[in-house]
């Protein structure tokens, strides 16, 4: 990473799930299916729109690519990493389907969305190569095993159970490695893989990268894939007896003996995902993921099976050189790439968004209004209010809150009112800060009371405007 990216890449905004709810109030906006948005379920209670305009508005300069790479994105690339202490998932965003221009890591949180850039594709190339931390091990000769996507499942499952088991073993003082694992760790090894995703076990590895294949039971498909696997002599199965809770037993065949003991001796696993918008309804998709061992990479490349779809699966051995050739080939640009700037659609620019969720000032109805109890004469509408020229008064009683931080939703379809502002009119604040701007309003103003902190109160009118008052006056 050069030394320009990496202090740009310091950078980061945050942005609570209920701010990102506001783009749910846009009604010609569309979330790309490549967006982190689409997958994310929008939370109870009223959405931030404040906090959203707040985030958009500190976006410049480089960051003018973020919106649209947050919404659109035409290239998404996903890196998993874990090695049984530390796990880590990053997906990184770009406009551009051929990863020109900035991007950006976004992270989604329990409360927040954190996205962090501008970054350069470079940068998440060589991110990758260093997680790989590749061994010293000279050229390998092919090797590779081929399974239905049924049974490569089943084999994560078994690499899973059998780490369990291991692990047990030497909890208990044990030592060497067990010699098969049974269906019940089996079965367990799967539901935790499933139920609990950590990218350093296997089942989690690859339900990560591909939540499309994931096979919707076990009993009705990785137990049919293990006899299918025992047929093929690349397992043995010894029935256990009804009565017992730990089933059968399994014994891994040679071939799938070595390469878990492999895997055991490295515990690195690692998985990356690029999608790319080709059209509209075009997502082109390669993924691969493997563990570094030893000896040097076993990879299981998923590129080609189609979304949701089935097909057969191969485990094969890289050393350094192929391995990174297959990364750069699926991190690096599109070669037919055109060198013109890639345009995004006006209605994910910054300022296109900064207008959409912004309420228009009604049309100005022309009165003048009497002093407020304040002491401020300024020209008010009877709607909602236009610019004031006047000085703010003191703030309400209490001391106001930090700014940026309140909710400011428009009225949804049912609004209705819950006050009226006084005959004399009043002054409103942007925020409950009587140093923030503010704006004369008419009396007579039907308004509804949306929140209150101490006497401030925030008021919105039937047009979607609103502003803070003081409470204490409302009647």
């Known amino acids: 990473m050069t030394g320009t990216t990496a202090a740009m890449a310091a950078r980061e905004i945050r942005i609570s799930r209920q701010a990102l709810k506001a783009f749910g109030e846009l009604p010609d906006l569309r979330v790309s299916a490549l967006s982190p948005l689409a997958r ?14 707040t985030a958009l508005a500190g976006m410049d300069g ?29 997906q990184y965003l770009w406009a551009d389907p051929d990863g020109r221009g900035p991007g950006f890591r976004g992270t989604i949180g329990k409360d927040v969305l954190r996205l962090a850039g501008p970054i350069e594709r470079d940068d998440v190339l060589l991110a990758a190569l260093d997680l790989a931390a590749m061994p010293v091990v000279g050229e390998l000769g092919p090797a590779a095993i081929s399974f239905s996507l049924e049974q490569f499942w089943a084999t994560l499952a078994l690499f899973d159970a059998y780490r369990m088991t291991l692990l047990r073993n030497r909890l208990a003082r044990g030592i060497g490695y067990p010699p098969g694992v049974t269906q019940q760790t089996l079965a367990e090894a799967w539901r935790t893989g499933i139920g609990r995703p950590d990218p350093g076990w296997s089942v989690s590895l690859f339900a990560l990268l591909r939540p499309d294949l994931v096979p919707a039971g076990f009993d009705a498909l990785v137990i049919p894939a293990i006899d299918e696997m025992d047929a093929a002599d690349l397992l043995a199965r010894l029935p ?13 065949g040679p071939g799938l003996d070595d390469l878990c003991n492999a895997i055991l001796d490295g515990v690195v696993q690692f998985g990356i995902s690029v999608q790319r918008l080709r059209a509209p309804n075009e997502i082109d998709l390669a ?32 050393g350094p050189s192929s391995f990174s050739d297959l990364i750069e080939r699926m991190l690096g640009g599109n070669a037919q790439a055109s060198d013109a700037p890639f345009e995004t659609a006006t209605q994910y620019s910054r300022d296109s968004l900064l207008a959409a969720l912004r309420p228009a000032a009604p049309a100005a109805k022309p009165k003048v209004s009497k002093a407020t109890k304040a002491g401020v004469t300024a020209p008010a509408t009877a709607d909602a209010p236009g610019p004031a020229t006047a000085t ?73 405007w609103f502003g803070w008052v003081d409470g204490s006056r409302l009647p």
């Open 392 to 464: 703010a008064p003191a703030a309400p009683g209490t001391e106001p809150a930090t700014p940026g931080t309140e909710a400011a939703a428009a009225p949804a379809s049912g609004w209705s009112p819950t006050h009226t502002i006084p005959a004399e009119g009043m002054t409103a604040w942007s925020e409950p800060d009587a140093n923030s701007q503010s704006v004369a309003v008419a009396g007579g103003l039907p308004v509804a009371v949306a929140e209150r902190r101490g006497n401030w109160a925030r008021v919105t009118a039937s047009n979607g």
């Open 287 to 318: 993924a691969v993921g493997g563990w570094r061992t030893p000896v040097g990479f076993w990879l299981a490349d998923m590129s080609a099976i189609p979304f949701g779809g089935t097909g057969r699966v191969v485990l094969s051995l890289h």
């Open 240 to 252: 256990g007896d009804a009565d017992d809770p730990v089933g059968d037993v399994y014994i891994l």
């Open 40 to 53: 994310m379920q929008p939370p109870d209670g009223a959405a931030d729109r404040a906090a959203l305009i």
């Open 62 to 90: 480089p960051w003018l690519a973020a919106p649209p790479a947050l919404l659109s994105p035409g290239r998404t690339v996903e890196v998993l990493f874990g090695d049984g202490d530390t796990a880590r998932i990053g």
